[in-house]
């Protein structure tokens, strides 16, 4: 790692933070990640009150990644393969505001990025895309026994299909794979 090149960040909202983080650390550009309670309405919940709908917290992936590694867009594509996009307050077995889909940013250079690529989704379902695309407002790191969860606890609950896992590992965004062969 580079300490002089800039890196990026996104937070995602895809179900439980447990697989989806897992999925995440996978990626090759991805330099590091932590799950917490994003754009809700108290300050630093709890993971119980989070998941009591008192917080408007969505359970999130904070992914910090090298963009001359993996493109945003690309890393987008990688997400919208691990939830249902029409899906509201749902994701797998979990059901309520907590496990909605998201995509938070910080930088709004993004937010042009992040229209065109559910834009570019939506042509692929009949149903409304039901992904939220804010600003973020808030973001508080969730408890540490939540953090790298699946690599502590082997055989936890995860909503992602494990294959997914592989396909994570192996994949590569194909255009900046094209210019560093």
């Given at each position: ?176 794979s094209q210019h560093s062969d």
């Amino acid at each position: 790692m580079n300490n002089g090149q800039q890196h990026k960040e996104i937070y995602l909202a895809g179900g439980c933070f447990w697989g989806t983080e897992k999925y995440f650390t996978l990626i090759d550009g991805v330099i590091k990640t932590d799950v917490g309670y994003a754009n809700g309405n108290t300050i630093n919940p709890s993971y119980e009150e989070v998941c009591n709908n008192d917080t408007g917290h969505a359970e999130t992936v904070h992914v910090v990644y090298d963009p001359t590694k993996i493109r945003l867009e690309y890393l987008l594509t990688l997400y919208y393969n691990v939830i249902d996009p029409t899906s509201i307050n749902r994701q797998g077995g979990d059901v309520g505001t907590q496990y909605r889909t998201g995509i938070y940013y910080i930088d709004p250079s993004d937010e042009e990025i992040i229209q065109n690529s559910i834009k570019q989704l939506q042509s692929s379902y009949k149903e409304p895309i039901a992904i939220e695309v804010l600003p973020l407002n808030n973001y508080y790191t969730a408890e540490e026994y939540h953090q790298k969860y699946l690599d502590k606890n082997i055989n936890g609950y995860c909503h992602i299909d494990q294959h997914k896992f592989m396909e994570a590992r192996l994949a590569k965004d194909p255009i900046l794979s094209q210019h560093s062969d």
